[in-house]
């Protein structure tokens, strides 16, 4: 079967909305409501964050969803276990994304092999050194067409950049600015200078932008750049206010996306 | 013969290496790329020797201890880094840091502290240098630390509290992290320990190999042989360690003594122990041996001492430890405290809470009569005089009624 992140790109090169929330946030049991309510949505992808104790990548919005979801009782097996079942009424692709150390513990090659029993698609850790990657990682997700995304930045050097299109699969992760997750508001300015270089760059991979994607406006302005954009830090948002995952998570999809045609 | 240094790809065996997310490779990188060459050279040398000299005060005296080595029935003598500028080895670092962070071209400094002595090291090269200073300390460590937090402020430092976990050294080490995630370009991050991404481990055992380098000279000028029977030193992340082990490494029959806090003990579940209840996994950015739970979770770990309160280890102690060329005890928080007072009675110096462990540690080795010890002395106390006096006033109490 098609890996669905490379079915999706092979129908769909524009636009592309991928969201990201944390397991077992707010709820430890709400990660199935917000897979289906992603899967009815307009989202075109779904990320899952494995919660860390101590996530050096994140801002405070996720840090906090993240020690919610680990009070909660939330761990990689119940993650597993939730999601055993889902791809009987999700159809999008699903990543994990996390830190290096809980797939350690969990055991790489143990991790992977429940991913592509429960039907993950893809892995974003990003903490995961490229070489590290090559030892351990890239010949069980090749066996298991587990597509692993690699992250670069605007300044990240051209050759690597190459390197990290050549391992990377599914797509590329283009973070829009320095930042931890939530930190920035908006796409900097600096980011429009510089992103030609990456794009001459980037032969193999679609690119979607992330960090700093708040909603409707950055949305808009990183489908023009890219092939489109991720949603964490504002999504977890919606999620802590939200009394009705089903109505406000199609609500907030639909406005990220319909106003795009409009403006 | 077996390798105790980093390899090339940042490697103490299987430990170390440079886990960052991608916003820090170019940093991480260019350290890597830059830190031996910059250091090697003859303008480096000399501006680093020149301020260890006359700015730091070394080398710091060799001290024969005669009441402890009668204690003890050997040969004690202490390596002063108590009387170091500002107070602990820490400076040693601070100031072969700052050095390369200004030919790096970099105007911002970030640092992590626990003690707050590396705080103050990195507050003082700062004021030197002219450069701006944040320093990262959890809410704890400013209250159990105070002093250290008004000398910060007043050489020019904004102390950032960290409200995050334990609020201690491990949770300002993540946010002093994001800080640099945010700010590659403009900032420099001034670790204090042999701990993080490679080449930090390696660099700052470097910067802080000058204690075993004066150990030797100053040995054999007291005895006429370079080589004791034992260093023994704290171990939090380890550079004090790391730097009075340096010179010893290939010297097999020099006993390399490590010591970790075990708070209320190893097995109460209040320790920072790390090596005693740790596995290997991943912690700010080196593989290592850390404190955490089956799901990898780091734990929140505890000791009265707060510059050895960290669930991690530097790579080079968890890789000393794995091909046993150190050994790593533990002493809890009430040994340490006694072995503080002891020394101050006995020999008139009033150690940090830090050293005191080591110093806890002589009790549990077995010595020879006329074996050499050499304690390396971290720090001085004055920054835990308020933990002594209410530790006195406790057992003085207990005593009287
Ligand atoms: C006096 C003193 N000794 C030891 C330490 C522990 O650090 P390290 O293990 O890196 O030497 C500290 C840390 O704050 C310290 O202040």
Redesign the interface.
């Known amino acids: 079967m098609q890996n669905r992140i490379d079915a999706l790109f092979a129908r769909k090169k524009q636009d592309i909305l991928s969201i990201f929330f944390t397991a077992g946030f707010p709820n430890l049991k709400d990660t199935g409501l917000i897979l289906e309510s992603l899967e009815e949505s307009e989202a075109d992808l779904v990320e899952i964050g494995i919660p860390?104790?101590?996530p050096?990548?994140d801002?405070p919005v996720i840090?906090d969803s993240s020690l919610v979801a680990?009070k909660n009782g939330m761990?990689?097996n119940l993650l597993f276990q939730q999601l055993k079942d889902m791809r009987v009424t999700v159809q999008k692709p699903v990543l994990l994304m996390g830190?290096?150390?809980?797939?350690?513990?969990?055991g790489i090659e143990k991790f992977y092999r429940q991913c592509a029993a429960v039907g993950v698609d893809g892995i974003i850790l990003?903490?995961?050194?490229l070489?590290?990657f090559k030892m351990y990682h890239q010949r069980i997700t090749e066996e298991l067409n587990i597509k692993v995304v690699?992250?670069?930045?605007v300044?990240?050097?051209p050759e690597?950049i190459k390197q990290?299109d050549e391992a990377s699969g599914g797509f590329l992760y283009l973070?829009s600015s320095?930042?931890?997750t939530g930190?920035v508001k908006g796409i900097p300015e600096q980011f429009h200078s510089k992103v030609s270089v990456v794009k001459n760059s980037v032969t193999k991979n679609p690119l979607l932008i992330g960090f700093g994607i708040k909603g409707q406006k950055e949305y808009s302005q990183a489908c023009e750049i890219a092939n489109g954009a991720v949603i964490g830090s504002a999504f977890i948002e919606l999620l802590t206010r939200s009394h009705n995952f089903r109505k406000d998570i199609a609500g907030f999809t639909s406005i990220v996306k319909t106003k795009l045609i409009k403006s | 013969m077996k390798k105790y240094n980093v390899s090339e790809q940042g490697y103490y065996g299987s430990f170390g290496g440079a886990y960052v997310p991608e916003i820090l490779f170019n940093n991480v990188e260019e350290l890597k790329n830059s830190y031996l060459k910059v250091i090697q050279t003859e303008k480096f040398q000399n501006e680093f020797q020149g301020l260890l000299r006359d700015y730091v005060g070394r080398p710091t005296p060799l001290f024969h201890a005669k009441n402890l080595s009668e204690q003890f029935n050997t040969t004690i003598f202490l390596k002063r880094e108590d009387l170091n500028h500002t107070g602990a080895h820490k400076i040693n670092n601070a100031i072969g840091q700052i050095l390369l962070a200004k030919e790096l071209g970099k105007t911002r400094i970030i640092a992590e502290t626990g003690a707050g002595q590396h705080g103050v090291a990195a507050a003082t090269v700062c004021a030197l240098m002219g450069m701006k200073c944040v320093v990262y300390m959890g809410e704890t460590d400013i209250v159990r630390q105070a002093p250290n937090v008004a000398r910060m402020k007043m050489l020019g430092a904004t102390v950032v509290p960290v409200l995050s976990g334990n609020k201690t050294l491990k949770d300002a080490t993540n946010e002093a992290i994001r800080d640099w995630i945010n700010n590659p370009e403009s900032t420099y991050y001034l670790i204090g320990s042999v701990v993080g991404p490679h080449p930090y481990p390696d660099m700052v055992a470097g910067f802080q190999s000058v204690i075993s380098k004066e150990i030797k000279a100053q040995l054999k000028t007291a005895l006429g042989k370079e080589n004791p029977d034992y260093v023994v030193a704290c171990v939090g992340g380890g550079s004090n360690a790391a730097g009075a082990f340096y010179h010893f490494l290939y010297n097999e029959d020099v006993k390399l003594i490590g010591v970790e806090a075990a708070g209320k003990g190893i097995h109460s579940g209040h320790t920072a122990a790390t090596l005693s209840v740790g596995s290997a996994g991943i912690i700010h950015g080196s593989k290592t041996i850390l404190m955490q739970n089956e799901d990898g979770q780091i734990t929140e770990p505890y000791s009265i001492s707060a510059g050895l309160d960290y669930p991690g280890i530097g790579p080079v102690h968890a890789y000393l430890n794995e091909v046993r060329r150190a050994d790593y005890i533990s002493v809890t928080d009430v040994e340490a405290l006694e072995a503080a007072i002891d020394l101050t009675k006995k020999e008139g110096i009033i150690p940090a809470l830090e050293s005191a462990h080591a110093l806890a540690a002589l009790g549990k080795l077995k010595f020879k009569k006329n074996e050499v010890v050499i304690l390396n002395l971290s720090g001085r106390g004055d920054k835990d005089l308020e933990t002594y006096t209410n530790y006195l006033n406790k057992i003085n109490y207990a005593k009287q009624n």
């Open positions: 860390f104790s101590d050096l990548g801002g840090q680990l761990n990689l830190y290096l150390n809980s797939v350690m513990q969990f990003p903490d995961l050194p070489e590290e690699f992250l670069v930045s300044d990240t050097k690597r990290l973070l320095n930042s931890t930190g």
